[in-house]
């Protein structure tokens, strides 16, 4: 019970009021990949189809994923009742449906306006 009641100095302060502090936005590394979450748009919807060939062809797309490249798509605490990515149906607005890896944060980006999902 010694350091209740008691200030606790924080081991990080100095670096993040100087700016110094580095944050994962701040780190870069060869052949770096950029990666974005293409979400619902819908709070509960069926996804017929997830079409991924134009945002593949983008310049600078290295890859996009969907729930059909994931072996096991559950996940959770006690229970795997959860979805990685939606594969069926989306649950909720946000709900992650594709991820695209790119070389850049734009071409990211423009590979999620490529990515045509069928409701």
Do not use: C, W
Not at 16 to 22: E, I, L, Q, R
Not at 33 to 38: E, I
Not at 77 to 106: F, S
């Amino acid at each position: 019970y010694d350091k209740v009641n008691k200030p606790i100095r924080r081991v990080d302060a100095y670096e993040k009021v100087t700016g110094k502090a580095k944050f994962a936005a701040d780190l870069f590394f060869p052949n770096m990949l950029y990666g974005k979450v293409l979400r619902s748009k819908y709070p509960h919807a069926r996804i017929v189809k997830v079409n991924i060939e134009k945002a593949l062809a983008h310049p600078g797309v290295k890859t996009v994923i969907t729930a059909d490249d994931i072996p096991n798509n559950r996940f959770g605490v006690i229970v795997q009742n959860q979805q990685v990515l939606a594969k069926e149906r989306v649950l909720y607005i946000g709900d992650g449906i594709a991820v695209a890896a790119a070389e850049t944060k734009e071409a990211a980006a423009k590979a999620l306006e490529l990515i045509k999902v069928f409701f």
